[in-house]
């Protein structure tokens, strides 16, 4: 059997593993109904032999006090060290309810660009040394995390309506954001990988669409993140690794664009958001590798599941270039039997 490492990397590369790749992510209150079931202290990639990525993360934030504002049975609020104010519910699945944002102006920005400086304690330099060693000979895919963009500026910075008025009236304000994240990032991640510390793959988030339709016109993003994401991928092939993007929603428009400055990984593939994944792999299988695309909201019913993957996993695994996994994350209406189950007939139908 091939390693996680060693399979992830043959699909990237659209070669044809052992089997599909598994790298799925359920949601906290999924993994709370798991444990309950019978997952105990396992790991999910533990319990179901999933294919184990570790995630790279480096602070490039502009570090402003994180804090409990209000917790109780139910929720907790907190301000995150971006300075959104945010309510995250404990017991139910689901994106945190953005509240306030320190950051709403060019004025607020450029104080808290002035905290976003080069410091060496953004970097986990303890995980790094206890863990290195064992992700290592696990054969884990270590994944370098990057953070900047489009998503993360209006979901974690300055508030979506701030964000999309800002690409009208002020769109240098939204492109210095965007450079000023991606610079420390990439920096403190050049200086991990100057250690010997070599990861194998990029990966960031940059959410561009909702359910059919796009947060902004194909024009503009050619002109202001196209830009940003090219500097992503171009830093990444420098250092012999891929690119993968996170992208939600409708981004249908956007794919061409992606494929041409070589993103080499597209994720969730959303379903339920208009996107066919069948059809982007029929358009650009053979130069983007495809992650998720398979509904979340069919993940309850195992007949419906059974199908789907029936129908689509054999197409989806052809020549390589696939990796499976819902359309974003496993809600938590679906059981630990029922997850086993659907991997138990990924690995059968995924099998080369």
């Not at 910075?157 to 304000?173: R, S, V």
């Amino acid at each position: 059997m091939m390693t996680s490492r060693e399979r992830i990397q043959r699909v990237l590369e659209h070669r044809e593993p052992d089997r599909v790749p598994i790298v799925e992510r359920p949601w906290p209150a999924t993994l709370e109904r798991w444990r309950r079931e019978g997952l105990g202290d396992k790991t999910p990639e533990e319990y179901f032999g999933l294919d184990q990525v570790v995630p790279l993360r480096v602070d490039n934030s502009p570090r402003f006090p994180n804090e409990v504002v209000e917790e109780t049975d139910d929720y907790k609020v907190v301000r995150t060290k971006w300075g959104m104010t945010e309510k995250n519910w404990k017991h139910k699945g689901g994106t945190p309810l953005k509240l306030d944002s320190a950051i709403t102006t060019p004025d607020d920005w450029l104080e808290a660009k002035q905290r976003m400086t080069y410091e060496e304690d953004r970097i986990p330099w303890d995980q790094l040394k206890s863990n290195w060693r064992t992700w290592q000979e696990n054969g884990a895919f270590i994944q370098a995390t990057g953070w900047f963009g489009f998503d993360v500026t209006h979901s974690h910075i300055i508030g979506t309506e701030n964000a999309l008025m800002a690409l009208i009236e002020d769109p240098e304000w939204l492109v210095d954001m965007w450079q000023t994240q991606q610079n420390l990032n990439l920096r403190l991640l050049d200086r991990v990988w100057e250690e010997g510390y070599k990861f194998d793959g990029l990966r960031w988030p940059d959410d561009m669409g909702y359910k059919l339709s796009q947060f902004f016109s194909v024009d503009m993003y050619r002109e202001l993140l196209k830009p940003i994401h090219r500097g992503a991928v171009e830093w990444a092939h420098a250092k012999g690794i891929p690119a993968s993007l996170h992208s939600c929603g409708d981004i249908r428009p956007f794919i061409p664009d992606l494929v041409e400055i070589g993103v080499d990984c597209l994720n969730p593939l959303e379903v339920k958001a208009g996107v066919d994944p069948l059809a982007v792999k029929e358009e650009f299988g053979d130069r983007l590798a495809l992650h998720g695309g398979f509904d979340a909201l069919l993940w309850h019913d195992l007949d419906k599941m059974a199908e789907a993957i029936k129908q689509n996993l054999p197409v989806l695994k052809e020549n390589g270039g696939y990796i499976f996994a819902t359309d974003h994350s496993t809600p938590d209406d679906v059981s630990l039997h029922d997850f086993q189950k659907i991997i138990e007939l990924v690995k059968e139908a995924g099998a080369y």
